[in-house]
């Protein structure tokens, strides 16, 4: 089986190379109509070209997944701020979607927790698909929107979970068919463990970004990795893409959700062993703190394993 891995959005490897420098809605209210212009052009452009950065680093790396940035584009989905994001930057998106088409890159978002489908109010599901849509129109600009994943989590219980689920379903009628298409779900660590977030999954034929981390911090007693792993692969099944897993470490046993720099690899070792036995390529973004320092770290400590080869610069043969 082959192991291929991946990082978010920020290349801490290159010098001054956020692709997410942004502004506030109240900077922007201080500013007269021109320079507000003028500034967002400035910060898209900006990110739009360290985003480029991260491609090349990621081609002379043979880092084959990656992460855009949710925030290449400062202030889109605000409700007040109305602004054309894609026409004045289209060369630049069209270089970075060439770049990910060449190179045989797998790219994917993932909004903020605030994009969710199971509010009671219809103001939040307004937001959620404007900021679905955002992400669309970015992924269509480069190229990619058939291909690109956005991702995002089921959203909160309030109070009660199964009506909470009712109302995702419900909601998310409103998501137009073809970004619905492109979406996956993820478990997440407090509220909907992985087999809840697969009924979910199966119901709306939405593929499930299988969060590991997220599974020991919030499962269910039965719901056991030797289950929930096939279900999950099955889930991509229909799709382009081989199946893919978020992996990170606790940061602490006081501070066990959160995220640690590096990823260790003995809190990885039951993950690992279950996908040899099952033997099925999988993609892996690794979601720690130092970003692609903790991708490149974890790949020579699992190279260095016996029973693993190293076929590319962050691809893994097990």
């Known amino acids: 089986m082959i192991i291929r891995f991946g990082y978010v959005a920020h290349a801490l490897n290159l010098w ?13 209210k201080q500013l007269g109509e021109e320079e ?37 584009v400062p202030l889109a989905t605000h409700e007040e701020v109305d602004w054309d994001y894609i026409t004045p930057f289209r060369e630049l998106y069209e270089a970075i979607g060439e770049l990910v088409k060449k190179h045989e890159i797998r790219t994917s978002f993932h909004p903020n927790q ?16 404007r900021d679905m849509e955002y992400h669309y129109s970015v ?3 480069m190229g990619l929107e058939q291909e690109l994943s956005i991702n995002i989590h089921v959203g909160g219980a309030y109070g009660n979970k199964k ?12 998501l137009p ?33 299988f969060d590991y981390h997220h599974y020991i911090a919030n499962h269910d007693e039965g719901e056991s990795l030797e289950a929930i792993l096939p279900r999950f692969m099955k889930t991509w099944d229909h799709t382009r893409h081989r199946p893919k897993i978020h992996v990170s470490s ?6 066990f959700r959160s995220h640690a ?3 260790s690899l003995d809190f990885l070792q039951p993950l690992i062993k279950d996908l040899k036995r099952i033997g099925r390529s999988v993609d892996v973004m690794v979601e720690a703190k130092a970003k692609d320092r903790a991708l490149l770290q974890l790949v020579e400590e699992m190279a260095a394993k016996r029973g693993v080869k190293r076929i590319g610069g962050a691809t893994l043969e097990l």
């Open 177 to 209: 068919d073809h970004i619905k298409k492109q979406m996956t779900l993820e478990n997440d660590d407090k509220t909907y463990t992985a087999g809840e977030t697969l009924d979910i999954c199966e119901q709306e034929s939405i593929p499930l970004m």
């Open 163 to 174: 009506e909470a689920v009712g109302r995702f379903h419900d909601n998310l009628i409103q």
């Open 36 to 72: 507000r212009k003028a500034k967002l052009h400035e910060i898209t452009r900006k990110n739009l070209h360290h985003t480029l950065r991260a491609l090349h680093y990621n081609i002379a790396h043979e880092i084959k997944l990656y992460r855009l940035s949710s925030s290449i």
């Open 139 to 141: 992924a269509e600009a």
């Open 250 to 255: 606790p940061k602490s046993e006081q501070a």
């Open 114 to 129: 605030f994009t969710l489908f199971t509010s009671d109010k219809p103001h939040v599901t307004r937001n959620a698909v």
């Open 261 to 263: 720099d590096y990823v």
């Open 16 to 28: 001054n190379a956020s692709p997410q420098k942004t502004m506030t809605f109240s900077r922007w």
